[in-house]
């Protein structure tokens, strides 16, 4: 594809690009935003630099790209919903250091997500991709045919459980009321810390029923097969005993980090990513505890993982066509659904 409004340039063979030549808070043209969603497509992950733009134009430019999810009882920038605030400590694991494709439990995960930190630590804090569609391409004929043959399984309740994700905030609102005072959870015996926690789980595993994708689906815009599993969310293969559904997502988990379907960025002031969440994983790199590192998230748009057969073994030119802190009011009640509603948006 040649563009007339942008620069497009890559930053690897197979994923990535950066975009240069526009203002993002003076696009005049449909066209440009037509060309900034061609090459997003096209490269998984595009960045911007220098971009000092303001909420409105934040937001308008996520409006290109589907229906903006609000973020009302979340942190978020005061007058804009639309705009989520994410920060992280850097004195505990943000839980994003892990490859992942964002809220996969999901019917329909969001399509596109954008990046802004604006909170950057001294060094380090980078974000990383995988290009899913290379990792797909690189297996080759014969795998590719067995795993298209295969359905996922994926399950917020399986991860939140195995990172006691709902005792960990738990305790961190115990401490926070113990701060003030010592009233609710402080009070709790034990057992009765025992019991609410069992009911907290009860409830998030029966409002949040697995949902089956296609471990190999075709990306809705360019028609390319991608693999479709990730590290957090995918709890099993069906059909298969689960002793190979492990292996063969420990296989795939580990295919997905080869060096060659990645890209790294280095954030700086200004700086912008905008992702593609169908045809990529990503990963928030943890090296810079224990500073401090913020930044502003839209996501929007959506998509339905499906395989059209017809894609299989289909191959284009294209280019690879290829949470953030966990931040609640710790002042109130810890509110179960706020936390799913938080993972739904990670
Ligand atoms: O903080 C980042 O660089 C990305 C974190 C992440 O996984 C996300 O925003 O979905
Ligand atoms: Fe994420």
């Known amino acids: ?108 995960p969001n399509m596109v997500s954008i990046l802004r930190i604006t909170d950057l630590p001294p060094h380090g804090g980078d974000t990383m991709w995988a290009s899913t569609v290379a990792a797909y391409d690189a297996l080759g004929p014969e795998l590719q045919t ?52 069992a009911d907290r789980e009860c409830k998030l595993i029966q409002d949040n029923p697995s949902v089956i994708h296609p471990a190999v689906i075709t990306h809705p815009y360019t028609g390319r097969n991608l693999l479709f599993v990730n590290s957090i969310w995918t709890k099993r293969l069906m059909g298969v005993h689960l002793d190979l559904s492990d292996a063969l997502l420990a296989m795939l988990n580990e295919w997905v980090k080869k060096p060659e379907f990645m890209v790294r960025f280095q954030w700086q002031p200004n700086s912008i990513a905008m992702w593609d969440n169908c045809q990529t994983q990503h990963y928030a790199v943890f090296d810079y505890a224990p500073h401090y590192r913020a930044g502003e998230r839209i996501t929007c748009g959506s998509f339905e993982p499906k395989l059209i057969r017809r894609a299989l073994g289909a191959k284009s030119d294209a280019h690879a066509g290829s949470s953030s802190g966990l931040k609640l009011d710790l002042s109130t009640e810890l509110d179960l659904d706020q936390v799913v509603e938080y993972a739904r948006r990670r």
Request: proline letters at 4%; a negative charge; zero cysteines.
């Open 1 to 108: 594809m040649t563009f007339r409004h942008i620069e497009v340039k890559r930053a690897t063979p197979t994923i990535g690009a950066t975009i240069s030549g526009v203002d993002l808070n003076a696009i005049r043209s449909e066209d440009v935003y037509e060309e900034i969603r061609q090459a997003l497509w096209q490269s998984g992950v595009i960045f911007f630099r220098d971009q000092q733009i303001t909420p409105e134009n934040y937001i308008k430019l996520g409006s290109k790209f589907g229906e903006m999810e609000q973020h009302e009882f979340f942190p978020h920038l005061p007058g804009h919903p639309q705009i989520q605030l994410i920060s992280h400590e850097g004195t505990d694991n943000p839980e994003t250091d892990r490859w992942h494709t964002d809220v996969t439990f999901r019917k329909r």
């Open 146 to 197: 067995l795993l298209a043959g295969l359905q996922a399984e994926h399950d917020l309740p399986f991860h939140f459980r195995r990172i006691n994700a709902v005792e960990r905030l738990m305790a961190r609102q115990k401490l926070a009321a113990e701060k003030k005072g010592g009233m609710m959870n402080s009070m709790m015996s034990a057992n009765e810390m025992d019991a609410a926690l």
